[in-house]
Structure formats: C-alpha cells, structure tokens
C-alpha cells in the first residue's frame, strides 16, 4: 500500500477574542469566545432575537 504524505500546512487553532473563566462548586471553566467579524447584526439585536424566539417557543 503506497503511503501518501500530507503536503498541507497545519491547522492552527484561532486565538479566541475573548476569555473568561468562571467556577462553579469546585470546577473551574475556562472559556474563549469566539465572534464573527463578518456578522451584520449587532450583539444586542441577537441578544432581543434570541429572547424573542424563546418567548414564542415558551421556554421561559
């Protein structure tokens, strides 16, 4: 069986934006937030849009 070999550079990992770590109890979560610099809409409209469709799915 012939071998082929990876001629691609690797994947690196994108830095986060953001960090934020948080511990519950005894764990601690470390968290990187990621946001799409291309996204049109504003953190605050998906914020009211995400409300706004769990208040007509009725998880509340």
Same mark, same amino acid.
């Given at each position: 069986m012939?071998? %082929?070999?990876?001629?691609?550079?690797?994947?690196?990992?994108?830095?986060?934006?953001?960090?934020?770590?948080?511990?519950i109890g005894r764990t601690?979560?470390?968290?990187? %937030?990621?946001?799409n610099h291309a996204s049109t809409e504003s953190m605050e409209d998906k914020v009211k849009r995400l409300i706004q469709?769990?208040?007509k799915a009725g998880n509340f």
């Open positions: 012939e071998k %082929i070999e990876n001629t691609e550079a690797p994947v690196t990992a994108k830095e986060p934006d953001g960090r934020l770590s948080m511990k601690t979560y470390n968290i990187g %937030i990621h946001f469709e769990d208040i």
